[in-house]
């Protein structure tokens, strides 16, 4: 009898098992073949090969500017920005037990946007300034936020509501920024409103490239001790997690990327909100899907990108197109959480 | 069996924020029995209960296991001695039964060991005794309150502990599920000897079930011992502020409380309560 | 003086002033409307932080005058107020209907969630419809911030029938709103047709609210704070609240314009910055003093 479970236990999280590797393979595949259509498409369309041979260090004619120092730079933005928006999302979404937690709408993204405002509307600032700027920002936000919703007692519908009041005020400075900033053409300002891969520069992503590298293994380390903390404050402890610590761990290594994130892209709509339930959807609840989230968030961000350079006469930035890629789902998720009565 | 353990708490004063709830309590929890803390509403039996398993800081004194002061345990060695089912757990979404009482492992795997035979067979012994193992692959969502108390009584089962504390376990549930999540319990503490401390809120059942009885009231250790020995009407006047006369529980040899009110009273006066015209 | 009784004459000063006044007068307008919408949306919803910018509806007009500027060459004040209204229409029925859904009905959290939420997709709508017109972005992006200084004796004039309209909506419904702050079954005892009342006072709420929003821009948070302010000097009689947070959001709307004036010089701070500024703390601190289970 006992023995029949023992099996059946094993068969059905084998299986899962089995799915979550699949599922993140298939993932990482997408990925990877958006990144090559990124490098191959554009004005001219290369093949692989001459695009191969431009990654191996090769000149070749028209191919090695156009994809060496125009598209590559883009494609690595989408992929390092996705990645951190789709797994801070999801740790952020995961950690207050709320799919609407996560930094878009809370502040955060909106605490570094405006800091990296600030450094380049007023103090004309160089990257460096800008990355540690918008990380400086995002902490801050969200230490104040912690500290306003602590209060008597801490409730994650507090700090919703008190985040998005912050928001509110963090985009009045964006708007106003961006206002007194004449000099700037329009379309770099509108990255700070939806985010957008135009423009970057491989100088640009070394701090971003840098921060996920050292961050990624860390959070995936803390991926057990987050889903403990799923089961509530109380029973994570008992079951020996030290809560506090493994949620200043999580906060401050997925606000640190997604700070990042958000000064070399801007703030992309929506993937950080998309990624994890759809990587919950994918894989199944009870594992630790951080970086499968991840993958959904570079899958989400190259794709859109493509759509926005590609799919109209007019190109759009890749904020836009996730933004109303997003907004169905969003409503639907609103709608069930509400059913549900889970607010 | 078991190890036996000595679980202590030493003049411990705790408390939330600034207000303090327990006084200067100091309890010896008795290795492999059945402990039961009662109290009124607000009297601190929770506060202590959660004090005791490290989930709140006490404001001076200091709880030991085997005579080590519990925060200076490494948490995760700690948790495969001492497990604690808190009064509401948070149900993640669309998560399976043996998927939440796998849960319970977490504090006996290191970084690199995945799943082992000793895992899956803690696991499925955790859901036989709790009588679970037909839901193994059920939506959490799809089960009744008492059935749900089962599962989570599972995975604190499957953390095999040596001592278990459970926080109020049968508050919500029909009188049918107390007594067979209390039966459970006791199954388990003849047949492994788990050191069982409990927070319960029906006095009766309290008496019948435990073999060990600390009374609380307002944040103070008042009386400890068999029920027999600590239920007694003065005892329930005291913490309840109730009149009441103690019999002897029909179905078992323990005592049973029979409150008085002011009416529905026999025309005979009882000894113990004056009868107030 | 000059300036305001003889139109003849035309110096420089005498333009200034002109323009000021017109300024004053449409800012006092905005925001008595302002705050009376405000009024009304939080006594409808029984809630004590519902503002039209919180529940998005400021986004929804937006959204509807980008898409006349875009697509139907709309620049008159007039056509904008129309499309404003709608916009605002549609987008409260929206969120109101998913901030209700459930049990407990439509609790701040889930209208503010649903209104942030809902604000966010049509902002991403607004920027997709601006992007490939740089002179719809160019015009826009004053609007969205929010600003009196647009303000002109036709707008002025445009406003006023639903500036009226929209205030003796307030003042009919006050009694029975009143009596629906005790909750839908008190007021269905004391003979309140509830649903008509709620339906109306809506209506009015946002009539003003996207007639302000067509003309100044999403200007934020005046609602919430004319309505907060005034619960604390007056107590909580409905009767008294709309008039005086007409008054009172008038009043802060044109402090906010002034300070926005003075801080901003030699240019000028939007207004709609200033009451973000001033707005979103109110809002923090009525959440943070709210206790949770009310949320």
Known sequence: MINDTILSIMDSRQKRQRRFIIVTSVLALISLALCCSMLMLGNTIYPVADVFRVLMGEEVKGASFAVGTIRLPRMLAGVFAGFAFGAGGYIFQTMLRNPLANPNVIGITAGSSAAAVFCIIVLQAGTTVISIASVIGGLATVLVIYGLSKGSSFSIGRLILIGIGIQAMLTAVINYLLLIGQENDLPAAMRWLSGSLNGAKMETLLPLVVIVLIFTPILLFFGKRLEMLELGEQAATSLGVDTNKTRLILIVSSVLMIALATATTGPIAFVAFLSGPIAKRLVGVGYSNILPAGLVGISLVLASDLIGQFAFVARYPVGVITGILGAPYLIYLLIRINRKGDL | ?277 | ?295
């Open chain 3, 1 to 295: 003086m000059d300036g305001l009784f003889h139109p003849e004459v035309l110096t420089h000063e005498a333009n200034v002033v002109r323009q000021r006044i017109v300024r004053t007068i449409f800012c006092l307008m905005c925001g008595a409307a302002l705050g009376v919408s405000g009024a009304l949306m939080q006594s409808v919803t029984r809630n004590p932080i519902a503002d039209p910018s919180i529940l998005g509806v400021n986004t929804g007009a937006s959204l509807f005058v980008v898409c006349g500027i875009a697509f139907f060459n709309i620049s008159s004040a007039n056509e904008y107020i129309w499309l404003a209204i709608a916009g605002a229409i549609l987008t409260s029925i929206f969120v109101f209907g998913i901030g209700s859904m459930g049990s407990g009905g439509a609790t701040p959290l889930k209208l503010v969630l649903a209104g942030a939420a809902t604000s966010a997709i049509l902002s991403s709508l607004v920027v997709a419809v601006m992007i490939p017109r740089s002179n719809v972005m160019d015009q826009f992006r004053f609007w969205q911030v929010g600003s009196v200084g647009s303000g002109n004796w036709d707008s002025i004039a445009t406003f006023v029938p639903f500036l009226i309209i929209g205030l003796l909506i307030a003042v009919f419904t006050g009694p029975g709103l009143n009596a629906l702050a005790l909750g839908d079954e008190v007021a269905k005892g004391l003979g309140v047709r509830t649903g008509t009342i709620r339906l109306v006072a809506a209506l009015g709420a946002v009539l003003l609210c996207g007639a302000a929003t067509a003309l100044a821009g999403p200007i934020g948070f005046i609602g919430l704070l004319a309505t907060h302010v005034i619960r604390l000097l007056i107590g909580p009689d409905l009767r008294y609240i709309i008039p005086m947070s007409a008054l009172t959001g008038a009043i802060i709307l044109t402090v906010s314009d002034v300070l926005g004036r003075l801080l901003g010089s030699p240019g000028e701070l939007e207004v709609g910055i200033v009451t973000a500024f001033v707005g979103a703390p109110i809002l923090i601190l009525i959440t943070m003093k709210a206790k949770m289970r009310a949320l």
């Open chain 2, 1 to 277: 069996m078991k190890p036996t353990h000595t679980f202590q708490a030493e003049s411990i004063t705790a408390g939330y924020d600034k207000k303090t709830i327990l006084h200067d309590i100091s309890i010896a929890i008795p290795s492999n029995k059945i402990s039961i803390i009662i109290g009124a509403n607000g009297c601190g039996k929770s506060t202590l209960l959660k004090t005791m398993a490290r989930l709140i800081k006490p404001t001076s004194g200091q709880i030991s296991l085997d005579g080590k002061p519990i925060h200076k345990i490494p948490p995760k060695h700690l948790a495969r001695v001492l497990g604690l089912l808190p009064q509401s757990p948070i149900v993640p979404e669309g998560i399976t039964v043996a998927d939440l009482v796998g849960r319970g492992r977490f504090p006996h795997h290191t970084f690199m060991k995945g799943w082992s035979k000793k895992d899956y067979e803690a696991v499925a012994e955790a859901m036989d005794i709790m009588n679970i193992t037909e839901f193994a692959d059920r939506n959490i969502d799809e089960l009744s309150g008492g059935q749900r108390q089962r599962v989570w009584i599972a995975m604190a089962l499957a953390q095999q502990t040596d001592i278990l504390f459970l926080d109020e376990p049968t508050t919500y549930l029909d009188i049918t599920y107390q007594v067979e999540i209390l039966d459970m319990l006791t199954d388990l503490n003849r047949k492994y000897g788990t050191t069982i401390v409990m927070v319960l809120h029906d006095i009766n059942l309290s008496a019948r079930y435990a073999d060990h009885i600390f009374a609380l009231n307002k944040g103070k250790l008042v009386a400890e011992g068999t029920p027999s020995e600590v239920i007694t009407s003065s005892l329930i006047k005291d913490i309840f502020n109730l009149n009441c006369k103690v019999i002897e529980d029909p179905v078992s040899d323990s005592p049973s409380v029979v409150p008085i009110g002011r009416h529905h009273n026999k025309s005979i006066s009882i000894s113990e309560n004056p009868v107030i015209v």
